[in-house]
T-cell receptor
Framework: SQTIHQWPATLVQPVGSPLSLECTVEGTSNPNLYWYRQAAGRGLQLLFYSIGIDQISSEVPQNLSASRPQDRQFILSSKKLLLSDSGFYLC????????????FGPGTRLTVT | AQSVAQPEDQVNVAEGNPLTVKCTYSVSGNPYLFWYVQYPNRGLQFLLKYITGDNLVKGSYGFEAEFNKSQTSFHLKKPSALVSDSALYFCAVRGLTGGGNKLTFGTGTQLKVEL
């Protein structure tokens, strides 16, 4: 069966510090991968999605970036965090195709102080 | 562009009573519709989806959803609510435009089931 991991689970970082969040998927090949941010426990904002290695699309311009160095690894980064980057970050994967559901990881709670 | 509306921020139901969480959508072409549940500080869990076929879709934990094309709705239902069903519920739609199998999510409905 497929599993998705995210780490760290929680992170407290000062403003201006760098960020690296990691997501890995097991038990599948060539997945689509997604990064979302959830603010205030509500709406989901799609940040990036990837259909393959080094094929990443950005949905919202901001100071975050994403990379996919391996087929099942997706990394969210920032060079300098802002207070507004605080939130709950969720990684998800889906099979290729039009009507496959997405499966979410456990999330990373980021607090920028 | 596709969109999803969840008109109720919160739904309160007594345990044992039926529950309904509402969702309406707007999309070009045939919609692919999904429901997810989220417990506090956890990731979203997939409940069910409608792709084609029978308008009544059955999913996990006794949930079902009814697709209504004329009303562009996809309401989530359960015949008998449990306290453990209390959580945040999201409706999502996948339209035919855009790549990467992207989903558009609603703003979520908080379900509270009370004894």
């Amino acid at each position: 069966s497929q599993t998705i991991h995210q780490w760290p689970a929680t992170l407290v970082q000062p403003v201006g510090s760098p960020l690296s969040l990691e997501c890995t998927v097991e038990g599948t090949s060539n997945p689509n991968l997604y990064w979302y941010r959830q603010a205030a426990g509500r709406g989901l904002q799609l940040l990036f999605y990837s259909i393959g290695i080094d094929q990443i699309s950005s949905e919202v311009p901001q100071n975050l970036s994403a990379s996919r160095p391996q087929d099942r690894q997706f990394i969210l980064s920032s060079k300098k965090l802002l207070l507004s980057d605080s939130g709950f970050y969720l990684c998800a994967w889906s099979d290729r195709g039009t009507y496959y559901e997405q499966y979410f990881g456990p999330g990373t709670r980021l607090t920028v102080t | 562009a596709q969109s999803v509306a969840q008109p109720e921020d919160q739904v309160n139901v007594a345990e044992g009573n039926p529950l309904t969480v509402k969702c309406t959508y707007s999309v070009s072409g045939n919609p692919y519709l999904f429901w997810y549940v989220q417990y506090p500080n956890r990731g979203l869990q997939f409940l069910l989806k409608y792709i084609t076929g029978d308008n009544l879709v059955k999913g996990s934990y006794g949930f079902e959803a009814e697709f209504n094309k004329s009303q562009t709705s996809f309401h989530l239902k359960k015949p008998s609510a449990l306290v453990s069903d209390s959580a945040l519920y999201f409706c999502a739609v996948r339209g035919l435009t855009g790549g990467g199998n992207k989903l558009t999510f609603g703003t979520g409905t908080q379900l509270k089931v009370e004894l």
